[in-house]
């Protein structure tokens, strides 16, 4: 490896490839680093399509055999943006060949696929991170460093819900996010999980758990995804079976007392992507929305008597986390740049030789 270049290999182009291949690009433009990232190759089994994608996303060469891509000697790196089945296997497979590693979430299937690939990471001594980017908006960033100076005191309550809409009609079809077999869950692994990272993040580990879970759509036309969470079905007289979660809704406990409730729903009409929490500690309380993500709202039980409430913060000042290295304050960032933020850490991680986090280690425990 260059010191001076990262190589980069990533296995799959769509949703979640586009959204990494911009970030790859960006990085160098907002960030002085130590490194450069380099788009190598990128991998898919239709040669038409993956061909198309790394021509328009800047990619030097593709492959149409993952295999292949992780043979390559100037790969440093595999970037994993397929469907959740694939995960344990390319991954295991590229640790093994000394490829530092970054997967979309969630890390794999079962619980015991995800201990094997957490096992491979640390046997082969390579930098890995899981891609729950929503850690990485200035505004969560913000919220942890309060929680850490104890500006809220003690958490008494974590809230979270994820709000989808977008498999409401029963004749969206049956595509890879609501099989078993292929996304291990429904909302839950999808969305959900999300939640699960952000909770661990700002208040701690989970002590136990119950919960609830519902699929209301039982059987729809067989289809595959399109690009983002777009659909297509050739034949809507052939129906499959969903055999995932369309909502789950569960209590938790956390191992520090808190009390966390929970909802993420693929149902919840109106709601495109409405990923929020609210944290309520002793001395403060503080809400976050995605829809809305550069702003944090923030209440301070101390602020005299009539002047207590919520205030909106604008997280894009040069004091917030990572919007230094962007526009001037009020001149706000989005969905994207949470991607570049990680990455910005994975690529540090692997130049400084530091473990960053979210990482396999976090992908287990979810």
Known sequence: MNQNEIRIGMVGYQFMGKAHS??????????DMKVKPVLKAISGRNEVAVKEAADKMGWESYEIDWRRLIEREDIDVIDIVTPNHTHAEIAIAAVEAGKHIITEKP???????????????????????????????????FTKKLIEEGRLGRIYHFRADYLQDFIMDPQFPLVWRLKKEVSGSGALGDIGAHSIDLARYLVGEFKEVVSMMETFVKKRPIGEMSGGLSATSDDTSSLGEVTVDDAVAFLARFENGAMGTFEATRFAGGNRNKNKFEINGEKGSVRWDMENMNNLEVYFGDDEPGLQGFRLINCTEEIHPYTGAYWPAG???????????LLYEFLNGIAEDYQPAPNFEDGLKN
């Open 22 to 31: 911009h970030a790859y690009r960006d990085l160098p433009f907002y960030f």
């Open 107 to 141: 890390l794999a299937l079962t619980l015991e696929e995800a201990q094997r690939m957490y096992d491979a990471v640390q046997q082969n001594n390579v930098t890995h991170m899981i891609c729950h980017n929503y850690r990485f908006a200035p505004a969560v960033q």
């Open 331 to 341: 001149h706000i960032i989005g969905y994207e740049h949470t991607f570049i933020h």
